[in-house]
């Protein structure tokens, strides 16, 4: 599928940060995020499984992020 640029990104919780993510992929021109999570860079590229969840469960991980 072809986008056509610029668009709008609506995006909560969870998909916030990969929304955020996409920033760097495209142009944007609205970015709406409803209580979004951030989490630590290395979040991005671990499986979505039970390491995922150590990962962003660790105090302050969310400092480490590349969201900022």
Do not use: C
């Amino acid at each position: 599928m072809q986008l056509k640029e610029p668009f709008s990104i609506i995006a909560e919780s969870m998909s916030g940060y990969t929304a955020i993510k996409l920033l760097t992929k495209y142009r944007v021109k609205n970015l709406i995020l409803l209580v979004p999570a951030v989490y630590h860079v290395d979040s991005y590229v671990i499986p979505f499984n039970q390491g995922f969840s150590e990962m962003i469960r660790k105090p302050k991980s969310w400092v480490h992020s590349d969201a900022w």
